[in-house]
């Protein structure tokens, strides 16, 4: 036979019945300790059954209470809950089996349990799981990330690799690592006093790069962009230095390598290749020459768009069109007179003037072309200019001030003299021509008067 009590009295109080504890789901449970109305929190507590354990205090502002009980949830076949509806405290350890929860948010830690030096730590007991997943809870799963807001992150690693892991979401679908304010700022890494080693990353979407210290940034690969390159610099350097090799500049039309723009380091010159045709283009020494090495019409200088320069075989500079003076005429020449061409063949020659020798006794001075002796003759006509006595075609040469053309004959000079000539020799036959005209006249004068 068992005896019931309606109290039983250790010291304080103890008071339990034999009915049945409260039914109700674990939302009732949740509600019970945990519901905010929008402006206060407002949990609405247990209802108690007839089992219950009641633990009192006695103060002067009055008794206060905890209650220790059973629930049963009634959608969790009838499991059996210990409830408090106080606080909870355990002098030393804590354990569950399953969940551990607080749905307030807070988690106090203090130091470590070495002792008051020791840090706080969080530790992964069960071999084999050596990650910390932090999830949240939408409906009745728990599959999905939640976020972390840190003061401060300290990675400690055996193996020097702090890494950062994304879930897979199929195909081309990346996972972001974004700063949660931008416009305050951002996120930035690392900073001028504290910067990282090195970055590793497959693609890097940046608006700047600036350096730390030295002012040069230091690139050891290849570098493609599908953008523009500008340099923003009061006097801006491209350096190209090859520690083997040209340095050079290639050209592409879409995949295909045309030419390159590239310094030989073996000839000492600056040059354009044509890498389809397998020649360079132009060359540029050191000394100062430009070389143009390519033979023919497709080679050489285009001015414009119908005047070339061009090498056309051995020895020969072709020009195509017209070869003129500057803004202004009459100067300039063609060779000199210790450096002139050997020959000039032409179709046409033209002459702007053709210097008069009217001065000159020209038959006198013609008479004397290839003798000898260049003695001007005694019936000179001593009206005229004499010309050099030790040279009397002097007179149709050229001058010092000429391109020392002193030793050449002057062109111009030559066929006005011949002109001159022409000249002489035409007054001289119509002087002969009025002679014989006056003579035949006699001569058919005397015939007259001999027939009369």
């Known amino acids: 036979m068992t005896d019931y009590y309606e109290d039983v009295i250790f010291h304080n109080k103890l008071k339990s019945t034999c009915n049945n504890g409260p039914q109700i789901t674990k939302q009732d449970l949740i509600d019970a300790i945990y519901k905010w109305d929008g402006e206060t929190w407002a949990p609405e507590g247990f209802t108690l059954g007839s089992s219950y354990a009641e633990f009192n205090g006695v103060y002067p502002q009055g008794n206060q209470s905890a209650n220790l009980f059973v629930v049963l949830l009634t959608d969790s076949n009838y499991d059996p809950i210990l409830v408090t509806d106080q606080g909870f405290v355990v002098k030393k350890d804590l354990s569950a089996g399953e969940l551990l929860g607080t749905n307030q948010g807070e988690v ?14 969080i530790i992964m007991m069960h071999s084999g799981y050596e990650t910390l997943y932090l999830r949240k809870l939408v409906g009745t799963s728990v599959s999905q990330p939640a976020n972390l807001n840190l003061g401060k992150l300290e990675v400690q690693s055996a193996n ?4 950062v892991t994304a879930g897979d979401n199929g195909a081309n679908q990346d ?3 974004i700063p949660q304010n931008p416009s ?5 890494l690392g900073t001028a006093n504290y910067p990282f080693k090195w970055i590793d990353a497959t693609t890097v979407f940046t608006n700047g790069i600036n350096y730390l210290s030295g002012g040069t940034i230091n690139v050891y690969c290849n570098i493609t962009t599908n953008g523009n390159v500008t340099i923003n610099k009061a006097t801006p350097i491209l350096q190209l230095k090859a520690t083997s090799g040209d340095p050079m500049i290639e050209f592409y039309d879409t995949s295909t390598l045309k030419m390159n723009l590239a310094y030989s380091a073996a000839g000492d ?3 354009l290749r044509d890498i389809v045709g397998s020649k360079d283009v132009f060359q540029a020494t050191h000394a100062g020459q430009l070389a143009l090495p390519v033979n023919g019409s497709t080679g050489g200088l285009r001015i414009g768009d119908d005047a070339y320069l061009y090498r056309g075989s051995t020895n020969t500079l072709y020009v195509y069109r017209n070869i003129e003076p500057g803004a202004d005429s009459d100067t300039g020449y063609l060779g000199e007179g210790g450096r002139y061409w050997y020959g000039l063949v032409a179709n046409y020659i033209y002459y702007r003037t053709a210097i008069q020798f009217d001065e000159y006794d020209d038959l006198a001075i ?3 072309w290839g003798e000898k002796n260049q003695t001007l003759p005694a019936d000179y006509d001593k009206t005229k200019l004499e010309p050099p006595t030790d040279d009397p075609f002097k007179i149709i040469k050229g001058s010092k001030d000429k391109a020392n053309t002193e030793e050449f004959f002057d062109v111009g000079k030559v066929n006005g003299f011949l002109m001159g000539c022409v000249k002489a020799l035409a007054k001289k036959q119509d002087e002969h021509d009025a002679l014989l005209l006056k003579l035949l006249n006699e001569v058919e004068s005397l015939r007259a008067e001999i027939a009369s």
Do not use: C, E, M
């Open 366 to 368: 013609a008479k004397l």
């Open 184 to 188: 305050q700022g951002g996120l930035g």
């Open 108 to 121: 106090w830690i203090g130091h470590g349990r070495n002792n008051s030096s020791d840090v706080p730590k």
């Open 175 to 177: 996972t972001y690592l």
């Open 269 to 271: 010159y600056f040059y």
């Open 160 to 163: 020097n690799v702090f890494a």
